[in-house]
Nanobody, 113 residues
Framework: QVQLVESGGGLVQAGGSLRLSCAAS????????INWYRQAPGKEREFVAG????????YYADSVKGRFTVSRDNAKNTVYLQMNSLKPEDTAIYYC??????WGQGTQVTVSS
């Protein structure tokens, strides 16, 4: 079993930055692909960014490419999502997912215009 806990969300003005964290339990965390998703009110959950466990390769949705950066610290069992140049349309609950199977509870990000 893997437990994930997201943190770092909040209210920020457009153009601002936030860094989300996804802290995980489990000794095999470093081998997992970790993906970030988000869900805005009335919309389906969508993929945002991810990082591969095997080699640290990162990948992004077109909507956040160049603004968001995903990274991981395996010693801390934590994956980060650095979000810069935030836009009101980035407002959503952000979730991390491990190995396609485990979800955190989410953290709210609100970007005001």
């Amino acid at each position: 079993q893997v437990q994930l806990v997201e943190s770092g969300g909040g209210l920020v003005q457009a153009g601002g930055s936030l860094r989300l964290s996804c802290a995980a339990s489990g000794r095999t965390f470093s081998s997992y692909n970790i993906n970030w998703y988000r869900q805005a009110p009335g919309k389906e959950r969508e993929f945002v960014a991810g990082i591969r466990g095997s080699d640290g390769y990162t990948y992004y949705a077109d909507s956040v490419k160049g603004r968001f950066t995903v990274s991981r610290d395996n010693a801390k069992n934590t994956v980060y999502l650095q979000m810069n140049s935030l836009k009101p349309e980035d407002t959503a609950i952000y979730y991390c997912n491990a190995a396609g199977a485990y979800w955190g509870q989410g953290t709210q990000v609100t970007v005001s215009s």
